[in-house]
T-cell receptor
Framework: ETGVTQTPRHLVMGMTNKKSLKCEQH?????MYWYKQSAKKPLELMFV???????ENNSVPSRFSPECPNSSHLFLHLHTLQPEDSALYLC??????????????FGPGTRLLVL | KQEVTQIPAALSVPEGENLVLNCSFT??????LQWFRQDPGKGLTSLLL?????REQTSGRLNASLDKSSGRSTLYIAASQPGDSATYLC????????????FGKGTLLTVNP
């Protein structure tokens, strides 16, 4: 247990569905991250939130919509996804991103399959 | 643009063997390098973090080295055990950001009893 939880752990959705991934951290961190891990590719950073404000959007398509209502929770809203969006989506958290290097703690991920 | 390469992509060894995993990166101006372990269907667990000013870090049977000038790091696992079977990921923190990590594709390690 790293102190970062993700739900659901597995998700199957059609291309017309709308679903949301949830991440919660119990570490008192102020920064949260979404990563995508596709087969045969390195982890890709998608979004970063620092004190609830988005500080990074790594050219992610608008069919992925993040939401950070507070420093402990992070959501990824999904709609009209494509089969190539099937991947493991990992959430991470760290201390606030200002003032030095910060270790990131990862959740177990949500395995997403888009049909 | 930073690129991280890990060799080999997969490795299978008998229990008890010492082994080395390799990581190379294209931009030597890094702030730190981190080795992670990922078990099937699970998230990442940080194993070792080496600051740019350090040459190596040790934790139990694991030893990570860093040669920043040549853009290389190795993860040495001594006396491997079946429980070490996992994917090992290397990530570097570089560029103008203090949080952006660039990951390699990983090495899938299988330790056979």
């Amino acid at each position: 247990e790293t102190g970062v939880t993700q739900t659901p752990r597995h998700l199957v959705m059609g291309m017309t569905n709308k679903k949301s991934l949830k991440c919660e951290q119990h570490l008192g961190h102020n920064a949260m991250y979404w990563y995508k891990q596709s087969a045969k590719k390195p982890l890709e950073l998608m979004f970063v939130y620092n004190f609830k404000e988005q500080t990074e959007n790594n050219s992610v398509p608008s069919r992925f919509s993040p939401e950070c209502p507070n420093s402990s929770h992070l959501f990824l809203h999904l709609h009209t996804l494509q089969p190539e969006d099937s991947a493991l989506y990992l959430c991470a958290s760290s201390q606030a991103v200002a003032g030095g290097r910060k270790t990131q703690y990862f959740g177990p991920g949500t395995r997403l399959l888009v049909l | 643009k930073q690129e991280v390469t890990q060799i080999p992509a997969a490795l299978s060894v008998p229990e008890g063997e010492n082994l080395v995993l390799n990581c190379s990166f294209t931009d030597s101006a890094i702030y730190n390098l981190q080795w992670f372990r990922q078990d099937p269907g699970k998230g990442l667990t940080s194993l070792l973090l080496i600051q740019s000013s350090q040459r190596e870090q040790t934790s139990g049977r694991l030893n990570a080295s860093l040669d920043k000038s040549s853009g290389r790091s190795t993860l040495y696992i001594a006396a491997s055990q079946p429980g070490d079977s996992a994917t090992y990921l290397c990530a570097v923190n570089s560029g103008g950001s203090n949080y952006k990590l660039t990951f390699g594709k990983g090495t899938l390690l299988t330790v056979n009893p």
